[in-house]
């Protein structure tokens, strides 16, 4: 085949028919990409949900939501992306979409066994067509969606995501010549002809473009990293000619963001930190000690350095869904507790307040399909509020503090329940725990007034009842009623302790419940759903150490030997 | 026993009993909105009178837990600054709850409004001037009521409001008819793509009904004699006459003629117009209007208009392009005579609209049996049969097939509306609806309806819809428009361009609203709240419109509470009583 010839066919239609036939030809040469310059194409920009990101970001997000992994068969992101782009055919009988929830694949007769399907076997599927339609059926009429029903959505958009990805449809990678917040241009209207008319750019550069994107195909049928390096460059080079294009900062900054992954550090850090002082407890040398507590400050450092890294990238205040405040709570509880445990010199405040950021880190690294990682742009009521900020702020860091109060009162409750009762510990502790509650009280109050400033201010009313500040009500109103109980002599030492722990469980429904159950008001941005086992069994399990504590307390009681005030005595 | 009363009303226990059975009957009213919705929540819970006896009771603890402990001591401001704060936000609750207003403003792009809705429903009854002769609060409630729930007297007779709709849907559904009626069809298509159902119904005998559904035109042509039934049901084609009608539009007045070339017409008393020439396809060659196919692609049509003495106007219509100046030679005002605005309209042939083809229904006169007839536009392929209710039938156009889901040969249009009971859907453009009896007539009425009352003295109207305010001043909307996320279709922002109209004062002002950044003017403020847009008409802007005399008071409040709590949990007595004496001996020195 002449080569000139070669390349005007591709001209017209790089992606769609003359590449599957280029890989019917080197699909065993093509299969190896591993020693591309990889790096350099997920640095690339591309204007993808809303927002200008890196590839690399684009390539994870997409990975993920097509595989439900951030990585494929020792590829990389981005050379999945791109493979899906440039090499579409040969993924036809690879069954690498995921379809997890089995009540789906048992009404699509797949195999149960299997957790990934090729896109030829779901596009034969008989079944298929027929749910989608019923689906879309009770879209239109703006129904519920059942569980089933929005599994079915979420596998039509992967397939058509797949679709929109071989197609060059998904890469909208030409930036707005006019506006920094104009739409973007996909690659797929570089290769119609009447589309790419009026495409904004000159003439030599679309040429430039389409040449360089033919090449690229070549370079990536035939396996050559410097034709693929080559014309990578050049493509870049016409790329950054707009004046929108981002700064190579802000996007090498988000790669950093992606690959140091700095909250599962923290959390790891934080884990070894505990693991490290429970081990200093048992054995008790100081010089183990001042290493927990290095450990716990080290992952403190690096959740706070991803927290800026994600205001910086994302521009605007961080706490917009339930990843966000996931990640802020649980570094508000560790400063609460090293500032609590400061004033105090008590190292087990920091360390317990770290099984809470523990867990919740976890849970946000874990759970990305209830919490959702990725850095989306804000809804319309939430953009440019000075007292949203200021409110949202405000309320989730009372979670915090009340998270620090709910890790000691298990601490006490522990002791309660599995040791000798340890009295003066306990008031020890519980004066701790008070001081976080207090804290909390203070800040809760505080927020929902500002978040009826903030509707005030939005809305045009203080008060709305609505669920999300009613809840916030109820959180706090609860956290009064226990220490008024205390004042009224109804709480002693182990009434107060539980009034304050399960007070928590207010704010539990109130950050998490009126979002994932409830699921109604105003503050419906912050909607989603899953995780409800998770929160269940926590509510199970912390009344079961409830009932246990309760149980040792009153066989104690009984014998009168507890000191049942609630404090420690005054020196 | 008084001293009792005031100990018990004091104590920390009332104190712990009422914060809990608030937080209690607050986690409960969550419950009952994500079930039934805002407003049965405050009808039910929020707005009740023991609610706000709750909140009273927690008030009288909070005042007299304060009272008794004075004179104060100085370790004690803190409690004092929060139990006031409390007391004074929840007396600012009450002067907004008593004296506020809040309401929505819809304004449709390009008008003016100044008519808050507020939120309780009211019956209006209207006479046919359109006069409001009286405006009747309904029986509101969360849930669905029923029976004798309210008498009303109109004109004289006494209507009874017998059921209550806190959500319904409008519905349109047909039902057998016992006495007169019109024949009556419920057409399913479906397809891989799309699954519609719809309602035909022949109401007028003569005409018929048609709709574009999905890819495809279906018509119910009603009741066919046997011989039109026969050429409905041949293999060829069946039009039953000219489908183009001309309009012409003389001093607000509208005459509409059939499109029959060498046809002449009288109308506006000294007119008369002639059909001169009819062209299905029209393009211009060689300087000449000609129709360059009978197919009815480019429809227009050319006509001429005189007068008894001699003025004559010669005008060419297209239907396509009603916005094109019909009259020849228009530049010259001296031969515009009529001043009239003449529009075509004309049926395009379907390969031109876009559709797959036409599926008709026809019924026998004695309602017996009922046939289809299939139109594929590709090929002008014709199939007809007779309908079996409820059997798929193969359209031919893309993968569809049609079934007949019902068939009513005398129907009569039953309009009660759908109960929402739960809110099981996102949906949330319900509304309440009430039922009228009058005698043993009933008629519905879901909120924005209007509906004629003959009464034997007179006719009147009845309105059912929200209280409304009018403001002292008038709010027009220029523009509404929607900002998306860079590159999306995803909302980001919505803003509305408008002018405040007040005619006392003669000020004009504009101003932008958008979200976070409300308006405010005469003491009321003007929130963007929401939007709607219908295909074909402008878009309307919904403001949130609020007057709160309590807010301020609710902002004191809330300071000196916080104020307090931070007091109370930051000064240690010993301190604060330590700074007190540092004062006074400050003061003594």
Redesign the interface.
């Known amino acids: 085949m002449n080569g000139k010839a070669h390349r005007i066919g591709h001209l017209s239609k790089i992606f769609t028919v003359a590449l599957p036939l280029l890989i019917a030809a080197n699909s065993f040469a093509g299969s190896d990409h591993r020693n591309f310059d990889w790096d350099r194409t997920s640095r690339w920009a591309i204007?993808?949900?809303?927002?200008?990101k890196p590839i690399d970001t684009f390539a994870r997000e997409t990975a993920f939501f097509v595989t439900g992994k951030s990585h494929w068969d020792g590829k990389t992101a981005t050379e999945l992306v791109f493979s899906w782009l440039l090499d579409f055919p040969a993924w036809q009988e690879t069954p690498f979409i995921q379809v997890a929830y089995r009540p789906l694949k048992e009404k699509l007769a797949l195999n149960l066994d299997d957790k990934y399907f090729s896109p030829h076997v779901l596009r034969e599927n008989a079944a298929l067509?027929?749910l989608i339609?019923?689906v879309s059926?009770k879209q239109q009429?703006?129904?519920?969606l059942e569980e089933l029903e929005k599994k079915v959505v979420e596998l039509e958009n992967q397939l058509g995501l797949l679709q929109a990805l071989s197609s060059g449809e998904a890469w909208?990678l030409l930036p707005?010549q006019n506006a920094s917040?104009?739409?973007?241009i996909p690659l797929s209207a570089l290769t119609h002809r009447e589309e790419s008319h009026g495409l904004p750019y000159p003439k030599e550069h679309l040429e430039t473009l389409r040449g360089e994107f033919a090449h690229l195909s070549e370079a990536f049928a035939r396996s050559s990293p410097e034709a693929w390096s080559t014309a990578t460059g050049k493509i870049e080079a016409v790329l950054r000619t707009s004046p929108h294009y981002p700064a190579e900062s802000a996007l090498k900054r988000e790669i950093h963001y992606n690959h140091l992954r700095p909250f599962r550090f923290a959390w790891i850090l934080y884990l070894l930190g505990v693991i490290i002082l429970i081990v200093s407890r048992a054995w008790s040398v100081a010089g183990i000690r001042a290493a927990g507590l290095f450990t716990l400050v080290g992952g403190f450092v690096l959740h706070a350095y991803g927290f800026a890294l994600r205001v910086l990238i994302s521009g605007r205040p961080p706490v917009t869904n339930m990843y966000e405040s996931v990640i802020w709570v649980t570094w508000g509880a560790m400063l609460f507790a090293f500032l609590i445990g400061l004033a105090y010199r008590k190292w087990i405040i920091p360390a317990s307040a770290a099984v809470f950021s523990t867990v919740g880190l976890i849970l946000a690294d874990w759970l990305p399909n209830v919490l959702d990682p990725a850095i989306h742009?804000l809804e319309?009521?939430l953009?440019?509020?000075f007292w949203l900020t200021i409110h949202v702020l405000t309320i989730t860091l009372s979670y915090a503090a009340f998270a620090v109060s709910l890790c000691l009162g298990n601490v006490i409750l522990g002791n309660y329940a599995f040791r000798k009762i340890e009295s003066k510990w306990i008031q020890q502790l519980t004066l701790y725990m008070y001081r976080s509650t207090?804290i909390g009280?203070?800040l809760l109050?505080?927020g929902t007034?500002l978040g009826?400033?903030w509707a005030?201010?939005?809305?045009?009313?203080?008060?709305g009842?609505d669920?999300k500040e009613?809840?916030a009500?109820?959180a706090l109103?609860?956290y009064?009623?226990v220490l008024?109980?205390r004042?009224?002599g109804?709480l002693k030492s182990f009434g107060f302790v539980v009034g304050n722990v399960l007070a928590f469980l207010?704010v539990l429904?109130a950050w998490y419940g009126?979002n994932f159950v409830?699921?109604?008001?105003l503050h419906s941005y912050g909607f989603g759903t899953g995780g409800t086992g998770w929160v269940a069994s926590f509510v199970v399990a912390q009344i079961a150490l409830i009932v246990a504590g309760y149980w040792n307390y009153r066989s104690a009681s009984e014998k009168g030997t507890l000191d049942t005030s609630i404090f420690p005595k005054k020196r | 026993m008084q001293k009792k009363i005031f100990r018990f009303l004091a104590s920390l226990k009332l104190a712990v009993i009422s914060l809990l059975s608030l937080a209690a009957v607050l986690a409960l009213a969550t419950i009952t909105e994500s079930l039934y919705g805002m407003r049965a929540a405050h009808l039910m819970i929020y707005g009740s009178f023991w609610f706000t006896g709750l909140l009273g009771l927690l008030g009288i603890n909070v005042l007299c837990a304060a009272l008794i402990r004075y004179p104060w001591k100085r370790h004690q401001t803190g409690f004092v600054f929060t139990h006031l704060g409390i007391l004074v936000i929840l007396g600012g609750a009450f002067v907004t709850q008593r004296w506020g207003v809040d309401g929505n403003l819809p304004v449709e792009e390009g008008s003016e409004e100044r008519q808050v809705l507020l939120q309780r429903p009211l019956l209006f009854v209207l006479d046919d001037q359109g006069r409001t002769r009286a405006q009747i609060p309904m029986p509101e409630s969360g849930l669905k009521r029923e029976g004798d729930l309210m008498r009303v007297q109109v004109g004289g007779e006494e209507l009874a409001i017998d059921t209550y709709l806190p959500r319904a849907v409008p519905n349109t559904n047909y039902v057998e008819s016992t006495s007169v009626g019109f024949p009556a069809v419920e057409v399913e298509l479906l397809s891989s793509r799309f699954n519609v159902k719809q309602w035909l119904a022949a109401v007028d005998p003569d005409t018929g009904t048609q709709l574009a559904l999905g890819p495809a035109k279906i018509a119910f042509l009603g009741s066919l004699g046997s011989k039109r039934m026969d050429r409905f049901l041949a293999q060829a084609p069946f039009v039953e006459k000219s489908e183009s009608t001309l309009q012409i539009e003389a001093e607000g007045k509208q005459f509409r003629f059939p499109v029959e070339v060498g046809k002449s017409y009288r109308f506006h008393q000294a007119l008369r117009v002639r059909i001169a020439r009819f062209l299905p396809h029209a393009i211009v060659q060689n300087k000449e209007l000609i129709s360059k196919t009978p197919e009815m692609l480019n429809p227009a049509v050319q006509v001429e208009v005189e007068d008894d003495r001699g003025n004559r106007e010669l005008h060419t219509v297209f239907s396509q392009f009603p916005e094109f100046t019909t009259l020849h030679g228009a530049r010259d005002p001296r031969s515009n005579h009529f001043n009239l605005r003449l529009r075509l309209y004309a049926e395009l042939s379907q390969s031109a609209s876009g559709l797959r083809g036409k599926l008709s229904f026809a019924q026998s006169t004695d309602g017996k049996s009922l046939a289809y007839r299939l139109e594929r536009t590709r090929d002008h392929q014709i199939r007809t049969g007779a309908v079996k209710l409820g059997e798929k039938v193969q359209t031919g156009w893309m993968d569809a097939e049609f079934r007949v889901a019902r068939w009513i040969s005398k129907a009569r249009l039953d309009d009660t509306p759908r109960y929402v009971e739960k809110i099981a859907s996102s949906e949330s453009n319900f509304a309440s609806a009430i039922r009228v009896r009058r005698g043993e007539d009933t008629l519905w009425l879901v909120e924005g309806n209007t509906r004629s009352l003959p009464l034997k003295s007179e006719n009147l109207n009845l309105y059912y819809g929200k209280e409304r305010l009018p403001l002292p001043f008038s709010l027009h909307l220029e523009k509404f428009t929607v900002g998306m996320d860079p590159g999306t279709t995803k909302a980001a922002r919505y803003e509305s361009e408008v002018v405040v109209k007040d005619a006392l004062k003669g000020i004009e002002k504009r101003a932008q609203i958008s979200m976070n950044e409300p308006l405010q003017y005469g003491g009321y403020t003007f929130y963007q709240a929401s939007y709607q847009s219908e295909e074909g008409r402008p878009p309307v802007s919904v403001f949130a419109v609020n007057w709160d005399p309590g807010r301020w008071i609710k902002y004191a409040g809330s300071l000196i509470m916080v104020f307090g709590i931070i007091l109370m949990f930051t000064m240690n007595p010993h301190y604060w009583n330590r700074i007190f004496d540092l004062f006074k001996q400050g003061k003594a020195s």
């Not at chain 1, 917040?181 to 973007?184: A, E, I, N």
């Not at chain 1, 005030?456 to 008060?463: A, K, L, P, Q, T």
């Not at chain 1, 409830?518 to 008001?521: D, F, K, M, P, S």
């Open positions: 204007q993808n949900r809303g927002r200008v067509p027929e339609r019923g059926e009429r703006q129904e519920r909208t707005n917040d104009g739409p973007w742009p319309p009521v953009r440019s509020n207090q009280v203070v109050a505080a007034i009826g400033v005030d201010y939005s809305w045009g009313r203080f008060w009842w669920p009613v809840w009500l109820i109103l609860l009064i009623a008024h109980g004042f009224a109804w207010g429904m009126v409830l699921g109604v008001g």
